[in-house]
């Protein structure tokens, strides 16, 4: 019998071996001006597969765990409209009701979890739709409807109710983007011209309700459309409150199939196409727009082939950690929303998955096991203070980077060594954090490392032989492995200035809190001689 000790397979992630002078980046944190505290646009938006998932337990279970340890403000997910929600109902006499109780449990328990929807008005009730094409495992339908005006009149009368329901003052907070990905035939078989018709019915429609509301599209696949999109609004004077789209890093070999003719770097067609889009909008005649992307993650691809939509490890593994962290950084003041897609694999596109771990795009697996992005998530949410500028004694490699905050005393620092997909020829990241302190006091530094084993349960699920069924113990070691690896240090000044040596494998993130130590802890008020008396009294032999 052969026996696989996972502490021993993956010491050798967690281990940092002694530096070398010569190998070793050095990163001051220069005090001075400071800069402003992160935006985290990340945090304004999380998602989830479909309105109907709403209706079940376990993903509600899974959304307050997100609020309670991350936080996000608003939530986006698809098919508010969709025939299970039972909205639209034509009559024998041709007349249309709605029916409004499914959506009403939607939104109610959204709201109770401190969630404000960011509404994706689709998908095309089968009453109201020309034709009968429909997307995914639960058959949206994604045709055109056979009269604009029956539609702008869904959207007016949705509008109202959730008015009334909610209020005015609430609503108007609220974010209404039209459909999904239009500019795929999937998602839409219609024209850009027949999209056009469908975003002015729905925005006029919302604006006939109150002119405050917040309406926006056109909510496409990489970037697309946008340019025209603001263009074609400013002519035909059609409201437009914000921008949307969408991306993923395996766009690039969609775009460009084996990256062959693409003109970005390696590893640097995401945040190109974020820059390239704030760019588009700031040179519009609306350069005052909102961006929200609306949907994004780590799914990549190593190759043309490779490419996959609907089960990709690339979401599970430890790859996320650093593809996640890095991007929300670097790009932290170029959009107004980053709405991860997904927070659940409690998610059915294709159906609802049942392994523990099956390249579906949630941070939480459906037994609620965090992946490394959830991880990744949790540990940015710790970034709090102003950003402090720093100076490093050598250029960073492609895919390193490292941001330094300091709220009052305290520093938050969080590190990260992306790999590529594509050409995993990252190496190992040696380096040292140099931060200027007051006084002489030593500090206490402790460390949350996402490795393999230690914060990316994928990776020991892998080990395992990726059972499908878990066992309660099976289900308890990925839980164990799902937490980052923490560890604690003294650090003491010297020469006006604390260091913290790290060691960063491709993929691994790495976040330390360094504060001031504090006096040794001890009993509340009590003198030594009443606690030695108490526990005299409390040996005394028992009464006869």
Known sequence: MKTIHLSLLFSMFLSIPSMLPGQVQTIEAKLGPQLEPLK???????????????LRADILEHLARVQKEIGFRYCRFHAIFDDEMQVVVRKPDNTIEYQWDEVDKVYDALLKLGLRPFVELNPMPAALASGTQTMFFYKMNVTPPKSYEEWGNLVEAFTKHIIQRYGQEEVRQWYFEVWNEPNLSGFWSGTKEEYWQLYKASAEAVKRVDPKLRVGGPATSKASWVAEFIEYCDQNKVPLDFVSTHLYPQDEQVVYPDRVGSPHKLGEFFGDTVRQTRATVLKSKRPDLEIHWTEWNSLSAKNAKAVAWTSNDNVDNLFAASFIVRNCIELDKEA??????????????????????????????IHGIPKASYNAFALLNKMKGDVIHTQSSSPFALGRGICITRELDTYHVIAWNQNFVEEPTQSDWLGQVKMPVSNDQPRLAVSATIAVGAGSPWETWQVMGSPLNLSPMQLNLLMAHSKPNHEMSHLKPVGGSISYDFLLRPGEVKYWEISVSSKTGSSKVSSKEDLEKWDKAM?????K
């Open 40 to 54: 985290m646009p990340w945090k304004n938006c999380i998602s989830v597969g479909r309105a109907n998932n709403l």
């Open 539 to 543: 040996s005394g032999k028992s009464k």
């Open 336 to 365: 107004d929303t980053m709405a991860y897609w997904v927070a659940s694999d409690v998610f059915d596109e294709g159906g609802m998955m049942h392994s523990p771990f099956s390249g579906s795009y949630g941070m939480l697996t």
